[in-house]
């Protein structure tokens, strides 16, 4: 999960690397944090009661 301000946009934009095109957003870090997480877990949720496997993260890979 990603975080950054968009000066544009003027927000925090939250994104998901792992599941493309997923984002979220909030006015300040906290609640773009607190949406983040909240959105991750219902994203991993729906993953599981699918049967669906979630993907494989991209930035915690052992080399």
């Known amino acids: 999960m990603n975080i950054y301000w968009s000066e544009s946009d003027r927000l925090f934009i939250v994104d998901f690397p ?3 095109g ?3 957003f909030g006015e ?3 609640e773009a944090e607190k949406k983040g997480l909240e959105f ?3 994203l991993v949720g729906t993953y599981m ?4 496997h ?4 991209c930035c915690c890979k052992n080399e």
Not at 54 to 57: A, H, I, Q, R, W
């Open 54 to 57: 979630l993907p494989e993260s």
């Open 28 to 30: 300040t870090y906290e």
């Open 40 to 42: 991750l877990d219902m």
């Open 18 to 20: 792992e599941f493309q």
């Open 22 to 24: 997923c984002k979220t």
């Open 49 to 52: 009661n699918k049967g669906w």
